[in-house]
Nanobody, 119 residues
Framework: QVQLVESGGGLAQPGGSLRLSCEAS????????MGWYRQAPGERRELVAH???????NYTDSVKGRFAISRDIAKNTVDLLMSDLKPEDTAVYYC?????????????WGQGTQVTVSS
């Protein structure tokens, strides 16, 4: 069943802002570290921001000071607020969840949402 549903994204001008939201199933949200990845055409998928269950955050260097990841426990959502957007932020953004299942870590992905930064 679908466990991660993304919303938001779209077209923004350089210097603008967008908010991505990811809604997770209750069981997945409560037991997982969450994050956002992105993949530009011809590029590898890269981690953008990570939020652990303890609340610790981690960002890739290129978005530090511009992007912020947060969660709403009541809504089972993880948001990515993107500010001061640049053309190089253009990519498909994916919500990600990972948790321990038995001896291994399981990974879950959203369907992806397009972000385009262009004037």
């Amino acid at each position: 069943q679908v466990q991660l549903v993304e919303s938001g994204g779209g077209l923004a001008q350089p210097g603008g802002s967008l908010r991505l939201s990811c809604e997770a199933s209750t069981s997945l949200f409560s037991s997982s570290d969450m994050g956002w990845y992105r993949q530009a055409p011809g590029e590898r998928r890269e981690l953008v921001a990570h939020l652990s269950r303890s609340g610790a955050t981690n960002y890739t260097d290129s978005v530090k000071g511009r992007f912020a990841i947060s969660r709403d426990i009541a809504k089972n959502t993880v948001d990515l607020l993107m500010s001061d957007l640049k053309p190089e932020d253009t990519a498909v953004y994916y919500c990600h969840a990972t948790r321990r299942e038995g001896l291994n870590y399981a990974h879950y992905w959203g369907q992806g949402t397009q972000v385009t930064v262009s004037s």
